[in-house]
């Protein structure tokens, strides 16, 4: 899996420490591996890992079956079940920017449904400087703004990189929005 880290993503540890928060509910969406959901557990917070993928989901319930404040759920975010302002965050490490651009919008309403008012999305996609032609689909700074200005307040968008096991690791954006 080229999107395999076992440590939590650089820019969201960065960004929690300098935020000073360690409580809360937070979806890892688009668990897959579930490193993410577990080490933000680990952190304090209250986690729900969801995937699209049955098999992802019953391997992370079985692997993290011991694991503290995490559990796992099938969820396809696109139909999604889970509550309407269930989360204060949402982590998003690589689900949008697999996703069809016909479903983007469905999905950004989605998101906002499920964020507490004042939530925050951290978002990780890859970056449209990216020179690697396979891949998810790859978005400039100006894309995410007019996706998501509508119901987010851009907080920040940081240029950096995608750990995992590629080399050199792809470019991709850090997103930081608060839903309106
Ligand atoms: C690139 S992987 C990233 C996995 C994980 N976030 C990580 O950082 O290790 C993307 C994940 O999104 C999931 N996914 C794709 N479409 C989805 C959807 N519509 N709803 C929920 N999960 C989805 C895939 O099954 C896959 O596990």
Redesign the pocket.
Known sequence: ?P???ENL?YDLEEELNRREISSGKFL??????A??AVLLAKRGFKVIG????ES?VNRAGNVYANQKNVDFIV????NSKLKEGEFDYIFD???FH??LPTDRQRYIIKIKQILKENGTLFLKCFNNKEPRQEG?YKFSQKEIRDLFSKYFRIDSIKETVYQGTLDPFPKALFVVMTRL
């Open positions: 899996m999107w395999y880290n993503d890892d969406l688009g668990t897959g591996p490193t993410q969801s995937d699209l993928s992802a969820d396809d975010i696109l490490r690589g689900c697999v996703l998810p």
